[in-house]
Protein backbone atom coordinates (compact mmCIF):
# COMPACT_ATOMS: atom_id res chain seq x y z
CA UNK A 1 0.00 0.00 0.00
CA UNK A 2 1.05 3.00 -0.88
CA UNK A 3 0.55 6.60 1.59
CA UNK A 4 -0.92 9.10 0.25
CA UNK A 5 -0.71 13.13 0.51
CA UNK A 6 -3.43 15.70 1.31
CA UNK A 7 -2.74 19.19 1.00
CA UNK A 8 -4.54 21.96 1.92
CA UNK A 9 -6.33 23.26 -1.43
CA UNK A 10 -7.12 27.04 -1.93
CA UNK A 11 -10.02 27.62 0.56
CA UNK A 12 -10.78 31.32 -0.65
CA UNK A 13 -9.98 33.95 -3.05
CA UNK A 14 -6.95 35.62 -1.52
CA UNK A 15 -6.46 33.36 1.41
CA UNK A 16 -2.81 31.90 1.33
CA UNK A 17 -2.33 30.33 4.87
CA UNK A 18 -5.20 28.88 7.57
CA UNK A 19 -4.71 28.08 11.53
CA UNK A 20 -5.66 24.64 12.68
CA UNK A 21 -8.26 25.23 14.71
CA UNK A 22 -9.50 21.51 16.08
CA UNK A 23 -8.50 18.09 14.38
CA UNK A 24 -11.37 15.79 14.28
CA UNK A 25 -9.37 12.84 13.33
CA UNK A 26 -6.37 11.09 14.42
CA UNK A 27 -3.84 9.16 13.92
CA UNK A 28 -5.02 5.29 13.59
CA UNK A 29 -8.43 6.60 11.93
CA UNK A 30 -10.19 5.15 9.18
CA UNK A 31 -12.06 8.07 7.36
CA UNK A 32 -14.58 7.95 4.10
CA UNK A 33 -14.59 10.32 1.77
CA UNK A 34 -15.61 13.48 2.48
CA UNK A 35 -15.97 13.00 6.11
CA UNK A 36 -14.10 16.22 8.24
CA UNK A 37 -10.71 16.53 8.72
CA UNK A 38 -10.18 19.10 10.08
CA UNK A 39 -11.35 23.20 11.18
CA UNK A 40 -9.47 25.95 9.42
CA UNK A 41 -9.38 29.63 10.89
CA UNK A 42 -8.61 31.57 8.01
CA UNK A 43 -9.17 35.63 8.04
CA UNK A 44 -11.84 35.00 6.03
CA UNK A 45 -14.04 32.31 8.23
CA UNK A 46 -13.38 29.20 9.36
CA UNK A 47 -14.05 26.22 7.19
CA UNK A 48 -14.51 22.38 8.25
CA UNK A 49 -12.06 20.83 5.33
CA UNK A 50 -13.22 17.34 4.51
CA UNK A 51 -11.61 14.33 2.96
CA UNK A 52 -10.67 13.98 -0.47
CA UNK A 53 -10.85 10.05 -0.57
CA UNK A 54 -11.08 7.10 2.18
CA UNK A 55 -8.46 5.58 4.43
CA UNK A 56 -6.44 5.23 7.03
CA UNK A 57 -4.78 7.89 8.74
CA UNK A 58 -0.95 7.63 9.18
CA UNK A 59 0.09 11.51 9.89
CA UNK A 60 -1.22 14.52 10.85
CA UNK A 61 0.43 17.96 9.42
CA UNK A 62 0.22 21.03 12.11
CA UNK A 63 -1.11 21.30 15.96
CA UNK A 64 -4.01 22.92 16.66
CA UNK A 65 -2.65 27.01 16.59
CA UNK A 66 -0.27 26.07 13.93
CA UNK A 67 -0.63 28.45 10.15
CA UNK A 68 -0.22 25.82 7.42
CA UNK A 69 0.33 27.39 3.65
CA UNK A 70 -2.14 26.60 0.98
CA UNK A 71 -0.34 23.56 -0.84
CA UNK A 72 1.15 22.13 2.00
CA UNK A 73 0.83 18.95 4.02
CA UNK A 74 -1.97 18.38 6.36
CA UNK A 75 -2.74 14.84 6.25
CA UNK A 76 -0.98 11.37 5.09
CA UNK A 77 -3.40 8.57 4.14
CA UNK A 78 -2.48 4.57 3.51
CA UNK A 79 -4.75 2.62 1.35
CA UNK A 80 -4.64 1.84 -2.63
CA UNK A 81 -7.68 1.96 -5.15
CA UNK A 82 -9.60 4.94 -2.30
CA UNK A 83 -9.41 7.70 -4.63
CA UNK A 84 -12.75 8.98 -5.62
CA UNK A 85 -14.07 7.79 -8.81
CA UNK A 86 -15.10 9.27 -11.27
CA UNK A 87 -18.65 9.63 -12.62
CA UNK A 88 -19.68 6.67 -15.16
CA UNK A 89 -20.97 7.94 -18.30
CA UNK A 90 -24.91 7.27 -18.35
CA UNK A 91 -26.02 5.11 -21.03
Same mark, same amino acid.
Not at 34 to 41: E, F, G, I, V
Given at each position: MTNREFKLPDIGEGVVEGEVVS?? +?AVGDSVSE *? *?? !? !? *? =? =?TDKATVTIPSPFDGSVVALH?? +?GDMVAVGSTLVEF?? *?GDAPSEAAPAD
Open positions: WH +V *D *DP !L !L *D =M =MGE +VSG *D
